[in-house]
């Protein structure tokens, strides 16, 4: 690896606010500027079976040193965070990316909280989701996430590395890896995406979970929060980067259910319905 490749990490301008202050967390997540998020290539991609990687790791970080994405061939799940990428593979462990790495899929941020608030547990996967959407000045923005602290619960999967032929990823994800972490010290990173952007990304909210000592982690299935900082900020403008391979210059993304496909791969667990994405 090539020192220096990874991104820097500038310090945030962040508001402290009681999560009972609810005015003020909405107030502190107003987007001043279009800050951005930039996702490389779409989800229905992947539904599609285009796990090959295509773009290399130090162009994604370039738009981003906080995010979420998966490995080449669908080796792990990847964590963005403070400027470093992670993989969580399945056989449980956790290693870096390298500069060589193509990525098939991910989503980045400039991560630059405008808002902190203290979460006290025990807070389950439905109440953090209730409590975080009900700080939302408007759900029709993104927004980025980071909940750092101890969770008593944390359910983890990871996609096994696939081989071509490729198969779609409802049926791959029929073998993903999951684990139970529970009690965990680490860092939920993720985004809340609008119900519109369903297809092109994955719309609600999506974590992948790293661990402090950076040695266990995935996409996060389920958890429950013992307590924990939340961080966050909106979201107000896309950037969209498409592949230009002949696998998906030439794919057919028509698919009938593929909105119940989607929420299945990317919130069940292994027997309950399907797949995994990113
Ligand atoms: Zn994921």
Known sequence: MTPGWQRRVG??????????????????????????????????ALMAGLYDGVFPAPQVLEKGDFGIGCGHAL????????????????????????????IP?????????TVSVALEGPLARDGLEALVSSFFPSPNLFFAIRIDGTFDRMLVREPIRQHHPFRPLVEVMQTQNESELGPTTGSMIGFWAPQIYQGVTVAGFHFHYLDDAREVGGHCLDYAISSATLTMQALSSITLRLPQTPEFLTADFAQADAD????????SAVGVASAGGQ
């Open 11 to 44: 310090a945030p301008h962040v508001s402290e606010v009681s999560a009972t202050d609810l005015r003020a967390v909405t107030a502190a997540l107003r987007p001043t500027i279009a800050v951005n998020i930039t996702q490389f290539s779409v989800i229905h």
């Open 75 to 102: 080796n792990g799940e990847l964590v963005f965070v403070d400027g470093e990428i992670y993989r969580c593979t399945s056989d449980g462990s956790v290693t870096r990316a390298d500069e060589g790495e193509l």
């Open 105 to 113: 899929f991910a989503e980045v941020a400039e991560f630059a909280p």
């Open 260 to 267: 119940l496909a989607i929420r299945r791969v990317e919130s």
